[in-house]
Structures are given as C-alpha cells and as structure tokens.
C-alpha cells in the first residue's frame, strides 16, 4: 500500500438531545476522523471513537492524538505495509490505546477495499445486504424514556437498549414492560451494579429482557461468570471485553451468553473479526455496539454487521438518531427496521466535505 498522507481532523457536534447515562451526560462529541491517502489521491476514512474525558474507557480525544501522531504515524512511516492486517503485527509493540490504533486500521482497511474496487464489506467476508437495526435510549426520566421508545417504534427500529442504574431499574422497566409487554428490550448498566445488588439483578428477570449487557465492573469477567449462575437474564459484555483473549476467557468462564464487539473498543476490524469468527464457532451470538459516533465509524459498523455470526439487531442506528446532519453523504438510514449494506467501494458513503469543514476544530497533516 502507498501510503502518502495522513489527515487528523478534531471535529465536534452537538447531538439533537442530551445522552444520559449514571456515568455523565454527553450533550457534545467531539471525535477524531482519520483520513489516509495513497499516491493516486485515493482517501480512506475512519474515526477515533474516544470521547472528550475518558467516562467509558482510559482513552480521550487527546490521548488517541498524542499516539497517533507521536508513535502510530511515525511507525507506519517507518514500516510500510502490504495488507491491512500486518498493522495488527506492526502495533503490537504499542500496548492498549485501542481507539487510536482502531481509528487508523479502519482507514487503512477503507483506502484498501477502495484501491481493489471492493466494498468493505466483501473485503472483510461479509455475507449480509442488509442489517437489522436497534436503538438506545438514554433519557433522564421515565416520560422521556417513553416517549423515545414511542418514537423510535415509529421509524421501525427492532431492539431497544434501556440504560439502567441501582436507582434507575426496577420501576423503569416496569413501566417500559407496562406499555410494551412484547417489545424486544435489553438493559445496558455500563457496570452501575456490584455481587452485592445480586437480588436487584435477579427480580430483572421479571422482564424477559433480551439480556442484560455490563452490568458488574467494567474489567471484570470472574464476577460475571458468578452472576450469570444466579440470574436467568443472559449477560452481554461490552467494556469487558478489549481483545480476542478476554473473549476466549470470558467464553470459557460462562461469564456471558452474548458479546457486544465494538472495533474501536478492541483495536480494529481485524480483532474483532478474530472475536467474531470465535463467536460463531463456539455458538455465542454477537452484535455491534455503538459509540454515538459520526457516519465514519457508523459505515464501518455496518461492513462489520455485515458478517455471519451478527445475528443480533445492534446499536447501528441512523445518522438523525444523534445529529442534525452528519458527516457523511448520502446519511445512514433505517428502512422498516434495516439498515442497507452498500455495495460501492469502500465504506460506501461519500464524506459531506462541507459538515466535516464546519465542524471542525483542528487538523494536523502528515506527508510520507
Ligand atoms: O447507539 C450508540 O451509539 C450506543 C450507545 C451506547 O450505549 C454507548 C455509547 C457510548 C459509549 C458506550 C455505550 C455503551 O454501549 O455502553
Ligand atoms: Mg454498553
């Protein structure tokens, strides 16, 4: 690959409503769009899926940009590549920072399945045209929760993820289950919850949720595997699980029945297509997580969901579930509950150059 250029942009938006969860709100993202050039002037896109503060994980905006510009760059200008996957080898003397190395692996990945006229889903082994969509909602009261769910019903999305807390649980789902006593729902508890609310965690299988995801210490896999013996309601790990091994582990504990794979959370396509094809092979179901990212990422989680083993309606919404307008053209949109898996080159979407100029904070550019 001839790798000539490389564009970081800081970009920022605020989504339409606030998001809240028991860790913070998030009202503004800012995110990082990563774009490599070859020779031929042909550009593939990712995004760093950091957040400002590191709330979900240790990464933020500045610490990817420190590693991209200070280690990753500078690696892979010493170390040119033939095939996106040697970046897997190349980075393995940079431990953790998954994010900064996701978000230039996923432009990599992009920039290749455009160099051979393939769509990145075929690139990667995807199987699927199409991909069912679900949808998360985190509000701050139970009315609003309601009137999400109302909503999002409407535009047809088929899985809702409800955020919940110790003081947030019982009664909301309850309500939630009141309104809607068949609606596909599951509970994400971004690790609200210890061994010690054992009984709180129980009583939510009065619900027959889809499956609870993180609900113990955002590291933990020991833990789970003890609660998922004492609970009906299957365990779906998120931030748990940041590379093939903690999937192999927590698989071999019984620590969950589920795994959500987000690229950015375990380094790139590549581990997460080594998570997925394990997945499928041991019979656990995965879907796609969310990180309310720009139309980047949101095309890359599209070519990941497009894999077999993602049987699971994930958290690949719209681009109009979070923004006015996106960065991407044409904007991803869900049609009776699907999402189209596009078949041009690459990513498949075009980048909307006069979103991205606006929203943008700061650049950096890096000539090979
Ligand atoms: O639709 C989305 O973007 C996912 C929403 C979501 O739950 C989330 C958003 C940001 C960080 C972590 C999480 C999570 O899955 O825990
Ligand atoms: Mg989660």
């Known amino acids: 690959m001839k790798i000539s250029r490389i564009k970081l942009r800081v970009i920022s938006m605020p989504l339409k409503s606030p998001f809240y969860t028991h860790l913070g709100v998030v009202v503004e993202r800012e995110g990082l769009i990563i774009e490599v050039s070859d020779s031929n002037g042909i550009s593939g896109f990712g995004e760093g899926v950091a957040f400002s503060t590191p709330w979900y ?77 679900g949808v998360v909602v985190a509000a701050d009261t139970l009315s609003s929760s309601l009137n ?45 919850y210890t061994l010690k609310d054992i009984d709180r965690l129980k009583a939510l299988d009065d619900f027959h949720l889809l499956m609870i995801e993180q609900p113990l210490a955002s590291d933990d896999i020991i833990e789970h595997s003890l609660l998922q013996r004492e609970i009906k309601t299957p365990i779906c790990l998120d931030e748990s699980i940041v590379s093939f091994e903690d999937a192999k582990n927590a698989i071999e504990l019984g620590s969950c029945k589920i ?26 179901e995965v879907w796609c997580g969310g990180m309310i990212e720009f139309g980047i990422s949101r095309a890359h989680n599209i070519a990941l969901a497009s894999l077999p083993g993602f049987t699971i309606p994930g958290d690949i919404s719209a681009s109009n579930r979070f923004w006015e307008e996106d960065i991407i053209t044409p904007e991803v949109t869900v049609e009776k509950g699907y999402v189209t898996v596009p078949d041009g080159p690459g990513i498949g979407f075009g980048i909307n150059e006069k979103r991205l100029q606006e929203t943008t904070l700061f650049e950096k550019l890096f000539a090979f």
Request: net charge positive; aromatic share 6%; hydrophobic share 40%.
């Open 57 to 133: 994980t240790e990464e933020t905006v500045k610490t990817s940009l420190h590693i991209l510009s200070d280690v990753l760059i500078p690696l892979l200008m010493e170390n040119p590549i033939k095939h996106p996957e040697d970046l897997a080898i190349l980075f393995k003397s940079v431990r953790r920072n998954h994010m900064a190395k996701a978000g230039l692996e996923m432009a990599i990945w992009d920039l290749y399945a455009k160099t051979n006229s393939k769509s990145l889903s075929a690139v990667i082994g995807g199987t699927r045209g199409e991909i069912a969509s």
């Open 259 to 284: 795994i959500n794979i987000k690229a950015g959370r375990v380094g790139g396509l590549y581990e997460a297509k080594r998570i997925h094809d394990y997945c499928l092979d041991k019979g656990i």
């Open 148 to 192: 999400q769910i109302e909503k999002y019903l409407e535009e047809g999305y088929q899985r809702f993820k409800i955020k919940i807390n110790p003081r947030q649980d019982y009664s909301l789902l309850a309500e939630i289950r009141r309104h809607y006593p068949e609606l596909p729902v599951m509970a994400d508890a971004n690790s609200a």
